[in-house]
């Protein structure tokens, strides 16, 4: 099934920054294996490429919750079956890109001349995606060869540091990979061996608002195309 995968970066979709227009993203990249993982699919998504769509590369969260219904749209013209668009909540109000997310969601559906029929699941990572990166530790450290953590985290959901401050997801996360920011192909790949190896039932319990939220959307959603 041709899925578009939309979202805000690198670290949910593969790709490393520079990325030509005509680059291929990482065969397995986060938001791919997770869905994966949820439905019981795996190898089964392909990621909608596309040179002449930027934005399957990656855009802004104001952007998706302004324009995604348009965006599904083209990819829908495009070849796309399926779609998931997710984004960070960055400390915006609790619910509000949720809310403008599923308001595109319902242009697509109830637009009368241009109707769309293709299932979307979203979703709203709190308060970046990195948290659900960090919900399981104990994968997290088995990936990158750590010992498992001391003390663990309360509640990735609750790191809400402004960027660049030690309390925000990306800043913890880069201690774990003792690295700076750069979103490498390293990095990505790593990225990927942690959506691989994390526990689903384990995120979803330390992140409910943004991660068991989104997979029940996606079972919701995208489920019922592969319960017949």
Not at 21 to 41: H, K, N, Q, T, W
Not at 72 to 93: K, P, S
Not at 136 to 145: M, N
């Amino acid at each position: 099934m041709r899925v578009a995968f939309l979202s805000e970066g690198a670290t949910e979709l593969g790709f490393a920054p520079g990325a030509r227009a005509d680059d291929a993203p990482l065969r397995d990249f986060f938001l791919r294996i997770v869905v994966e993982r949820m439905l019981g699919v795996q190898g089964e998504l392909c990621p909608l490429q596309n040179a002449g769509i930027g934005y399957l590369r990656g855009a802004g969260a104001g952007r998706l919750c302004r324009d995604g219904a348009k965006m599904v749209r083209e990819c829908c013209r495009a070849g796309a079956e399926a779609a998931v668009i997710v984004i960070d909540r960055d400390r915006t109000a609790p619910r509000e890109r949720w809310r403008r997310l599923d308001e595109q969601r319902r242009r697509i559906r109830e637009d009368r001349e241009r109707p769309v029929a293709i299932p979307v699941a979203i979703g709203v990572a709190v308060e970046t995606i990195e948290a659900w990166l960090l919900a399981d530790e104990l994968a997290l450290c088995r990936v990158l060869g750590l010992p498992n953590p001391e003390k663990p985290m309360a509640s990735p959901e609750g790191l809400d540091g402004t960027p660049g401050e030690a309390t925000h997801p990306k800043c913890v996360l880069n201690r774990y990979f003792a690295r700076d920011t750069k979103q490498d192909r390293e990095f990505l790949d790593r990225v990927a061996a942690v959506a691989r190896e994390m526990d689903l039932d384990v995120v979803a319990r330390m992140c409910p608002e943004g991660f068991e939220r989104f997979r029940s959307d996606v079972m919701a959603q995208v489920g019922p195309l592969f319960s017949a």
